[in-house]
């Protein structure tokens, strides 16, 4: 097969799937999901013995009792299940898989190696009952290749939405960098025209106090610069950061997420209230953290904060629930396990979230900050049929969402429903 000169390598991987790939899941003119329990996001209440009509990929009508599917349609019997929203998450890294080579994968992986890690790390995301994510900071190409491909049907994954590569202000391993406003507003409007739907900024560097990172290494006008540049084009600006100072300098510059938020306090949670930024608490990452605590290697201070670190993931998002603050589920998965993003959940319970609080946080909630939530989040008529079905009632039992059995996205079944 021919390609032009400037096709890249991960371009001819997007074609190449699309030609050898088969379509993935079925499809009917139209599927009848009868469910047992159907959790309504929108009201915050369950409803019994429901019939939720799917026609192109869209919920056509959700009525009351078991509506008999017409000839011709697919009939899915989830009569002893409990039906609700495909799940969201706003913090992944799909094409990084933490572990002993991952710098060296960052020095030696090309593109379309990556491209690959990722292919198999959407399928896992999806079949975990994440139908949505975002991903924020993965190499341009790869990732949006993989979004697009996935978008187009050639492979199966969720709807992503992506940062690509973060903006830093010294071009850290992994980001872009820019320096003074007048640059960082190029780079910004460079970064979305080649396809960026969020724009991600690493403002301290470093992911523990221990490690010495300043509060940041913008300037206030470069990274309000960056703010202003991607709200002029319909984006919203994530922030990597942990310590207090850090994230109350990104909130005065009000950017639209705080991601980790690992030493929050109320001053920053009155911050949180005035710019209606959204707290994103990856509260997963922890566990990460504890691991390199156990290496008898690492430096005391660094080994004394990371043992800690769930602790004070959780107290933090505790903290920003009592203070009102809107709070996304986000998972960090790639530095923790993909697959394993719905542990997110009973850590959101643990910080004092309700279990419809904590699916909310998941579904539309996550939708609305991510800017979907006219498309997905809830299971409403008129909206993507974005479905999962569980044993169990996770009103009651939060953790049965570990083991999600039926999958929908967008009216095609990738798991379950036989």
């Known amino acids: 097969m021919f390609f032009p000169a400037k096709a890249t390598v991960a371009k001819v991987l997007a ?14 003119s139209s599927t009848y999901i009868h469910a047992g329990t159907l959790i309504d996001v929108d009201a915050k209440k369950s409803r019994s013995n429901q019939t939720i009509i799917v026609s192109n990929g869209m919920i056509e009508d959700i009525v009351n009792g078991y509506a008999e599917a ?21 913090h992944v890294h799909l094409l990084m898989n933490l572990g002993p080579d991952t710098q060296m994968k960052a020095l030696t992986q090309n593109d379309s190696e990556a ?22 900071g993965s190499r341009n190409e790869s990732i949006f290749a993989l979004r697009d491909a996935i978008a187009k049907g050639q492979v199966p994954g969720p709807r992503i939405l992506a940062s690509g590569e973060a903006i830093s202000a010294n071009g850290e391993e992994g980001s872009v960098g820019c320096s003074g406003a007048d640059e960082c507003r190029r780079v910004t409007r460079a970064h979305i025209t080649a396809g960026a739907d969020v724009i991600k900024t690493a403002i301290s560097g470093g992911t523990l106090i221990s490690m010495g990172a300043p509060p940041s290494r913008f300037t206030a006008e470069e990274l309000r610069a960056i703010v202003e540049t991607a709200e002029s084009m319909n ?19 009000n950017v639209h997420s705080i991601e980790h938020g690992t030493y929050l306090d109320d001053e920053a949670v009155a911050l ?34 990371a043992s800690q670190f769930t602790a004070r993931l959780v107290a ?13 589920l986000g998972t960090d998965v790639g530095a923790a396990v993909h697959g394993d993003n719905a542990q997110e959940l009973p850590l959101l319970v643990r910080a004092g979230l309700t279990p419809m609080e904590a699916l909310r946080a998941g579904t ?44 929908m996205k967008g009216g095609v079944v990738y798991k379950g429903g036989q």
């Open 235 to 253: 984006r919203k600006v994530a922030v990597h950061a942990h310590g207090i100072e850090a994230i109350k300098f990104a909130l005065k510059q």
């Open 272 to 305: 949180f209230r005035k710019s209606g930024a959204v707290l994103v608490p990856t509260m997963m990452a922890g566990q990460v953290m504890e691991a390199f605590a156990a290496n008898p290697m690492a430096p005391p201070a660094f080994r004394e904060e």
């Open 316 to 328: 933090a998002a505790a903290r920003a629930k009592r203070g009102g603050v809107t709070i996304a």
């Open 115 to 136: 491209t690959l890690d990722g292919v198999v790390n959407a399928r896992t995301t999806l079949m975990a009952g994440f139908t949505t994510v975002q991903d924020l």
């Open 364 to 407: 539309i909630i996550a939708a609305t900050h991510l800017g979907v939530d006219k498309l997905t989040g809830s299971l409403k008529k008129g909206k993507a049929a974005d479905i999962i079905a569980v044993d169990g009632d996770p009103l009651a039992d939060i953790s049965v969402l570990l083991d999600v059995d039926f999958v």
């Open 15 to 28: 074609v190449a799937l699309s030609v050898s790939t088969p379509a993935w899941g079925a499809q009917a």
């Open 70 to 90: 017409p000839d011709g349609a697919q009939a899915v019997d989830l009569k002893n299940a409990t039906v609700l929203p495909g799940l969201i998450d706003a």
